[in-house]
């Protein structure tokens, strides 16, 4: 399996642009998480969904986020306008819905710079 | 809600030295615990987990972690510490609805 694909793997946009990340989980997974990892705040959980329905978005900082997954093999993490604070890594990690004892597999992440 | 709280966001030790990371966690019901690293712009990598199978928990790279109730610790530690276990290693706990809650992280530095 090619493990979680995240896309892009950079990312640089200048302050007020819509900025679109996406996400691949691993074939047969249910659960699939958004994490955003700064130096200030470290590894935050932002959204997560599982069977592709959104259970917890208490994370997500302001309305300006958004997150979809239209289907069970893709997920979007969308922030409009983007603002120089959401420069950060954002991870995408997925995993099989089996219960609280399971561990999550996490992509490459997407470096975002808004300048 | 759990959480985990991991004392040092930097360690320091010569090769071949004991690597000793630690975690401490807050749970509500019996915890499944969970430790990451991290590499240089890489995603998380699973070293180990704890699931209440058996309290000493063996991991990939030669990393061990103990699990012990009455201390509410699930330390990381490895006999021998190599150059390239220099690396960011996370400390979570399961939370409801099997989402991660992670600690602050810990970096490893190895000093030749």
């Known amino acids: 399996d090619a493990g979680v694909i995240q896309s892009p793997r950079h990312e640089v946009t200048e302050m007020g642009q819509e900025v679109t990340l996406r996400c691949k989980p691993i074939?047969?997974?249910?659960?699939l998480f958004w994490y955003r990892q700064t130096m200030m705040r470290g590894l935050e959980l932002l959204i997560y969904f599982n069977n592709n329905v959104p259970i917890d978005d208490s994370g997500m900082p302001e309305d300006r986020f958004s997150a979809k997954m239209p289907n069970a093999s893709f997920s979007t993490l969308k922030i409009q306008p983007s603002e120089p604070r959401d420069s950060a890594v954002y991870f995408c990690?997925?995993?099989?819905?089996?219960?609280?004892?399971?561990?999550?597999?996490f992509g490459q992440g997407t470096r975002l710079t808004v300048v | 809600a759990q959480s985990v709280t991991q004392l040092g966001s930097h360690v320091s030790v010569s090769e071949g030295a004991l690597v000793l990371l630690r975690c401490n966690y807050s749970s509500s019901v019996p915890p499944y615990l969970f430790w990451y690293v991290q590499y240089p712009n890489q995603g998380l990598q699973l070293l180990l987990k704890y699931t209440s199978a058996a309290t000493l928990v063996k991991g990939i790279n030669g990393f061990e972690a103990e699990f012990k109730k009455s201390e509410t610790s699930f330390h990381l530690t490895k006999p021998s510490a190599h150059m390239s276990d220099a690396a960011e290693y996370f400390c979570a706990v399961s939370d409801r609805g099997n989402k991660l809650v992670f600690g602050a992280g810990t970096i490893l530095r190895v000093k030749s």
């Open positions: 990690a997925s995993s099989p819905l089996r219960g609280r004892n399971t561990e999550a597999f």
């Open positions: 074939s047969g997974h249910n659960s």
